[in-house]
């Protein structure tokens, strides 16, 4: 029975099939290759096919990288810098606590959010970025410096965590802001259950930092429609908090109230030039992936 | 109303439980994990609301079905009312047997008998039935198998205690007869009475089954004091035509104290005597009055107690009397042999008599008619029938109403044209080869009804030796020589009687002469012939009496047709003259009246109580109830003390719940408010939440 492509490609990215996968590494690499297959671009964006910029030469340089032509043409010397030499430190900030192990469906947050950090860096791997992992709830819970060959450990690291602590912002972010000195790209993927202003303030002093921030707004469906119908008693899952709640009547102000919260963490990340990517457990990673291919040939682009 | 376990009650503090959860409880379920709550009011009860009682139905449900598993757990029951007959095993068929004899009037001892009846049937369930006997000497069945309440409270509320005495046996006959009617599961006997001990005999037949219950209600005091008369005799004295009667009586004293009372005697209405006695403690003291003359039938007497407060019973405090004056029966005596010794023991007996005697008149020949018109008995002794028209003449004698003794002789003969007139043949003369006695009598038969007690006339002592051969026909057989052969025989004819003895009254044939019963027998023997039994001056209350067996100085009484008795308490009596019979009920002077007359002096009869039943010793309850063969109530145990009386009364009341058993309906109905509480409790719920979001979108 023949299978057509955007099927095939559904397929590998819809988070119900991933996460009958437990091989991280095997999902990462089967989502981004079939992803990039699937849009005919190649993955391999470092690697220093395509000329990128000239630079002055610098003692200690290697000579062999001289750009003999423009020395020829300007008698100076200068380096020719390709696309590889672009290749960054990749920190992926996980959040798991606890409210990431929500998950209306098969798949939690903390899932979708792992098989998200997985196949980025996969991706990232491939670019040949070093790729780090923060995986934090209140604190830093797993930690794995970033570098070209971490990309087995950041797998393993992201497959061990488990989302049970009340998270924080505070203590993990002053933790990455003390490790991850070299500029890159910092990756939160959290569902930032936090006041939109704060965050948006603590992210963009990475920004400041001249950290490239992509941040992965991870929902469940259930939080995003409330669906709920019978009077219940929530209880939240980092705080434990008891909540008697009528959700037909309070569904449409909750919403009000997520899509409110939504907003300003979009705004609010705009104005510190983080990228805000809102992601849906329960649609398939494309546009995750999609995002960050985006967001990283403008990166590219922009040096 | 009790409860078998009243600690249970404790648990009512419980009912606080539900307002409690009313007003602090939290939404249903198992909390639902959620993110985070940073986006969610808060707000699914308010305050105040919580502190609010909303739903009131709710409540009360809730709290009757914890007070109702509260009060199961306690197991209630009822000890009377009409709740007192809900639930319980199965339906029960009850027999109340009612003591209406006289001593239940003492004190308030009968109004306790009859509230204790309504009690037993106003605790009974509607698939109960009950049977009312009202008992004396003889048990009455009022009401069989009946459910009626109202109507058995109302016939307990006509009744009275009557002139009679206690006979518990025949009631427990009935009762048990009833009861074998009966298919319900259950049965039990209630018997209200004094339980005197003369009115209980044991009788292998007075008995119940295993399976009924008998219960027994004691009513009135043991130990009460009372004074009653009995004993009443008259003594007749002949003076000249007039009879001269002295009274007597005993005067009964059973209380611990000796009581001095006065002793009344009034004859038809006028006190003509009083004498002052003092009956000792425990004792009895003779009372005797001057005598008076009787001078017209049916005078009435009655000796009476004067009223005092110790005199206990009633019923027991007045005997009453009625005497005729007496007079002589007039017997031709026929003998061919003349006066000799052929009739001298015969005459020697008629001329000995206390009061009324006889008249007699000694021939030879056949009688004449004037002497016939002049006689009441005819004797023929040892002469023949006489033929012809004499003999006619006698017959006529005896079908009007005359008496005839045929005393059986050598010379004895019967013409056949009368032969089928007597009632036996006369056969040849009988000489045995030694001598024979008198092997059968019947005591029944009013010749020989005097002789039934000790010591009161033995006819076995006579030796006869020569008799007649008698083939009774028609005629009844009163007595038998040992050898089976008829000794006397009686027989009717129109109005008169006739007596044939099988051998003579003088001592040639038999000694009987020489018996101290002789006397007595010829006298009964003739009094019977004219008509004349002997007239008793009173009968016991409850006797049967045949009116027409009474005889007047006269002549024997006739009762009219239609004739009533008017009893002591004023009712009247419809009087069956075929039988001429009347059960006196009361105590008193009956008077029998032709229909539609007010004689001025009628034919009057007197019952007085049986002394037997002033006796107020009282019958081992727990005794009785063995002999029986019963079973006793569960829960009704004997003894005076109080750890017994408790005991008692825990055992009737742990009988009491288990009949009833409320706790099953209880819990029914506890399950049944739950079930209904939580119907209710979801519609409401439902209800509220629509309301909210309509009103709050």
């Known amino acids: 029975m023949a299978t057509s492509p955007a099927a095939s490609r559904t397929s590998f990215l819809d988070p119900d099939v991933l996460g009958r996968i437990d091989n991280l590494q095997l999902l990462a690499r089967t989502v981004v290759e079939g992803f990039m297959q699937g849009i005919h671009r190649s993955p391999y964006l470092g690697v220093s096919m395509d000329f990128a910029e000239h630079r002055p030469y610098m003692p200690g340089d290697d000579i062999r990288r001289i750009d003999w032509r423009l020395y020829a043409r300007t008698d100076r010397f200068y380096i020719k810098q390709f696309e590889a030499e672009t290749n960054a430190d990749v920190g992926f900030l ?94 939160f993927v959290s569902d930032f259950y936090h006041d939109p202003d704060d965050i948006a303030e603590r992210l963009g002093f990475f920004r400041a930092q001249g950290h490239d921030v992509v941040a992965f707004h991870v929902l469940d469906p259930a939080e995003i429609d409330f669906p709920f119908s019978q009077a219940t008693n929530f209880q939240d899952l980092e705080t434990r908090a008891v909540l008697p709640v009528k959700p037909e009547k309070y569904a449409g102000a909750y919403q009000d109230q997520i899509r409110a919260h939504i907003d300003a963490l979009g705004k609010g990340f705009g104005r510190h030039g983080v990228d805000h990517v809102l992601l849906n457990t329960a649609e398939p990673l494309d546009e995750a992936l999609y995002a960050y291919l985006v967001f990283r040939q403008k990166m590219v682009r922009s040096r | 109303m009790g409860f078998l376990t009243p600690l249970f009650l404790i648990a009512l503090a419980g009912l606080a439980v539900p307002i409690l959860i009313h007003l602090t409880r939290q939404e249903k379920g198992r909390p639902l994990g959620f993110p985070s709550l940073m986006f969610l009011k808060r707000i699914p009860f308010e305050e105040t609301s919580r502190r609010r009682i909303r739903h009131w139905a709710l409540l009360a449900m809730r709290l009757a079905a914890l007070g109702l598993l509260v009060a199961a757990f306690a197991r209630p029951f009822v000890r009377g009312g009409a709740l007192a007959s809900v639930g319980g095993p199965g339906p029960e068929e009850v027999v109340i047997l009612l003591d209406q004899s006289y001593s239940m009037d003492l004190g308030d ?181 001057d005598p008076f003359t009787l001078t017209r039938p049916f005078t009435r007497g009655e000796v009476r107690l004067a009223e005092a407060p110790g005199a206990g019973l009633g019923e027991d405090n007045a005997l009453h009397f009625v005497a005729s004056p007496g007079g002589d029966l007039s017997v031709l005596v026929v003998d061919p042999l003349g006066p000799g010794d052929s009739n001298l023991y015969l005459r020697g007996a008629l001329g000995i008599a206390e009061g009324a005697g006889f008249g007699t008149v000694l021939i030879r020949g056949a009688p004449s008619e004037s002497q016939l018109a002049a006689a009441d008995v005819v004797v023929l002794n040892g002469a023949p029938f006489p033929g012809g028209s004499a003999g006619d003449r006698l017959r006529a004698f005896v079908e009007e109403g005359g008496g005839l003794l045929l005393a059986l002789g050598q010379r004895s003969a019967v013409p056949s044209v009368h032969a089928e007139f007597l009632p036996a043949a006369v056969g040849p003369v009988t000489e045995g080869t030694g001598e024979r006695r008198l092997g059968f009598v019947d005591y029944d038969h009013a010749v020989f009804e005097a002789f039934m007690g000790p010591r009161s006339g033995d006819f076995s002592q006579a030796s ?40 003579g009254l003088d001592r040639f044939w038999n000694n009987l ?84 007359d007010r004689p001025e002096n009628p034919m009057a009869v007197a019952a007085n109580v049986d002394v037997a039943e002033s006796d107020l010793a009282r019958l081992d309850v727990e005794e009785f109830v063995g002999a029986v063969g019963a079973e006793p109530p569960a829960g009704e145990a004997a003894g005076d003390s109080a750890a017994a009386d408790a005991g008692a009364a825990e055992m009737q009341a742990f009988d009491f719940e288990r009949r009833q058993s409320f706790w099953r309906y209880l819990l029914a109905a506890a399950f049944l408010l739950m079930v209904s509480e939580t119907v209710l409790a979801n519609r409401l719920s439902r209800g509220r939440i629509k309301e909210e979001l309509r009103t709050d979108p």
């Open chain 1, 94 to 187: 996980l959040d798991t606590s606890a409210s990431m192990g929500y998950g209306s469906g098969e798949v939690t947050k903390l899932d979708y959010g792992r098989f998200l950090t997985a196949c980025l860096a996969w991706f990232s791997a491939g670019q040949k970025d070093r790729v780090g992992l923060y995986a934090f709830d209140g604190d830093v819970v797993e930690h794995v410096r970033p570098s070209a060959a971490h990309l087995d450990k950041v797998l393993h690291a992201v497959a061990r965590v488990k989302a049970e602590r009340e998270g924080a912002w505070k203590r993990p972010l002053a933790r990455v802001a003390n490790t991850f000195l070299r500029r890159g790209i910092l990756v």
């Open chain 2, 109 to 289: 001892g009968w109004s306790q008998a009859v509230d204790h009846a309504k009690g037993v049937v106003a605790a009974l369930r509607p698939q109960d039935r009950v049977s009312l006997v009202a008992f004396s000497e003889t048990p009455r069945l009022i009401h069989r198998s009946i459910n009626d309440p109202a109507r058995i409270a109302a016939t307990l509320d006509t009744l009275r205690t009557g002139s009679l005495a206690t006979r518990i046996g025949p009631a427990i006959k009935l009762a048990r007869s009833t009861l074998a009617a009966s298919e319900l599961p259950r049965q039990r006997v209630v018997l209200v009475s004094d339980f005197q001990r003369t009115g209980w005999r044991p009788d292998p037949d007075a008995t119940l089954p295993a399976d009924v219950t008998l219960e027994t209600v004691v009513i009135g005091d043991e130990g009460a004091a009372n004074l009653a008369l009995t004993d009443l005799q008259l003594d007749r004295q002949s003076a000249g035509n007039r009879e001269r009667v002295t009274v007597s009586a005993r005067l009964i004293n059973t209380g611990d104290a000796a009581s001095a009372t006065d002793v009344t005697l009034t004859i038809d209405d006028t006190d003509v005597g009083t004498a002052t006695v003092t009956a000792p403690a425990g004792g009895a003291v003779p009372v005797t009055f």
């Open chain 2, 464 to 503: 006869f030796y020569r008799t007649r051969r008698l083939d009774p026909g028609d005629g009844r057989v009163a007595a038998q020589f040992d050898d089976g052969t008829p000794a006397l025989v009686e027989g009717r004819r129109g109005k008169g009687r006739i007596l044939m003895w099988a051998s």
């Open chain 2, 513 to 596: 002469a020489l018996q101290p019963v002789y006397l007595p027998f010829v006298h009964r023997v003739t009094r019977f012939l004219g008509g004349r039994g002997e007239i008793p001056p009173w009968h016991l209350a409850g006797s049967t009496v045949n009116l027409s067996a009474l005889a007047t100085a006269g002549a024997p009484l006739e009762i009219p047709p239609g004739a009533v008795a008017m009893g002591p308490g004023g009712g009247s009596v419809a009087i069956d003259p075929s039988t001429s019979l009347l059960r006196l009920e009361s105590r008193g002077i009956w008077e029998i009246r032709p229909p539609g």
